[in-house]
Structures are given as C-alpha cells and as structure tokens.
C-alpha cells in the first residue's frame, strides 16, 4: 500500500539554522509527494508537491524539498529557519484518484 | 484564507445529542473531503465527495453520516458519539481534475465528546 513515514515527532532549530524535516515514502510506481504545513488552530496549507522531473522542489515561504529515489525519502529543507516556521509538518502521498494519505506529522519548534 | 470555511470553530457534545458539522467553498471545486486529526496519529480520509456524488468511504462508523447537497456544501452529521470520536475534523476542497492536485482545508471544527 502507498503510503508515507514521517520518523521524527518533533524537530528542533535555532533560528538561522538550516532545517530539514524528514520523509520517507514506500509508493509502486511514479510517486506524487506533497508537504503541508498547519500553524496553530488553523487548516493544513500546501507548501510543495513533487511529480517528475527535477528533483529539487521549492515551494512557498523559501521551503524546497528534494525526493531522493534510491533513499525513497522526501525531506523538506530551508537555509535558513525562522521562529514563525514553528508548526506542524505533514507530508503526505496519493494512494489514488482524489485519495491523500498523511503522515503523522512532525512537530518543527524554532527558538530565538 | 483558504476559501473553504468551517463551523462551528468548536463544538462540546454529549454521547446522546445529535449535532452537524457545516463546510463550505467559495472555490468553484468539484470535490470534497472530510478528514480526521487526531494527536499522534495521521490524518485519517472520512469522506471524498465527487460533483455532489460520494466515491469514498473509509470503513467510517454509521454514526457519521455526510451530506454533499451541492459541490459548495458539505455537511457531517453526528449522531450517538462516542469519547473516541474527539478530534479535529478538517474539511478540504480540490479541483476534482487531476490526481496531483493540491488540497484546500479549512480550520477545522475541534469537537469533543462528553
């Protein structure tokens, strides 16, 4: 079954550090892999996907995202991390048409 | 803002009331969703809804019961819950189009159940 492994339930960075947040996958065939973000009491926002093709993603507030096929892994990066990218990071697969599955989601607090 | 909006924010109910959670887009999708958020576990597919036809059911308990009376509405209702059944749900809406699309989720409603 397609499906997602996020290992990490919280991740911890000094502000200005580099961040990475992991993401293993275990998908037959071509995988599409997403990364959402949800902020406190808030929705979950879509930051980057992957199809095909290069396999460096950037996504929106200076998120990338580089899919490693020979690792299957997805981890989501940025140079430099910021006290508001505190939030919760899921990453997530599909298993079908209109069919998303989430991981359980990792935990990233940035300290000043 | 997301486009998709939710209510109640919250909601307080006991194992014998009957209740009904309200989504709703301003996104011209054709599909939508419900999911659940629970702490420590993934999120779990409820519902998946197709231009107002349901194409997903995810073994979900009789006691939720949705209503897709448009492609702009989505309604779970609840009846009979149970303390396990607290958690976040999440409306979301896509395009309908392609399987890769992004979803679009509103802020959820956190229920519990007394």
């Known amino acids: 079954a397609q499906s997602v492994a996020q290992p990490e339930d919280q991740v911890n960075v000094a502000e200005g550090n580099p961040l990475t947040v992991k993401c293993t996958y275990s998908v037959s065939g071509n995988p599409y892999l997403f990364w959402y973000v949800q902020y406190p009491n808030r929705g979950l926002q879509f930051l980057l996907k992957?199809?095909?093709?290069?396999?460096l993603v950037k996504g929106s507030y200076g998120f990338e995202a580089e899919f490693n096929k020979s690792q299957t892994s997805f981890h989501l990066k940025k140079p430099s991390a910021l006290v508001s990218d505190s939030a919760l990071y899921f990453c997530?697969?599909?298993?079908?048409?209109?069919?998303?599955?989430f991981g359980t989601g990792t935990r990233l607090l940035v300290s000043p | 803002e997301t486009g998709v909006t939710q209510t109640p924010r919250h909601l307080v109910m006991g194992m014998t009331n009957k209740k009904s959670l309200k989504c709703e887009q301003h996104?011209?999708?054709?599909?939508m969703y419900w999911y659940k958020q629970s702490a420590k576990k993934p999120l779990e597919l409820m519902f998946v809804y197709s231009l107002e036809e349901r194409v997903e059911n995810n073994s979900v308990p009789s006691r939720f019961s949705p209503e897709c009376p448009n492609s702009s509405h989505l309604f779970l209702h609840l009846h009979t819950l149970q303390p396990e059944d607290s958690a976040l749900y999440l409306c979301a809406s896509s395009p309908g189009g392609v399987i890769n699309e992004k979803l679009f989720f509103g802020s959820g409603t956190q229920l519990s159940v007394l």
């Open positions: 996104l011209g999708h054709n599909a």
């Open positions: 997530a697969t599909n298993t079908g048409f209109q069919k998303l599955v």
């Open positions: 992957y199809i095909t093709g290069d396999n």
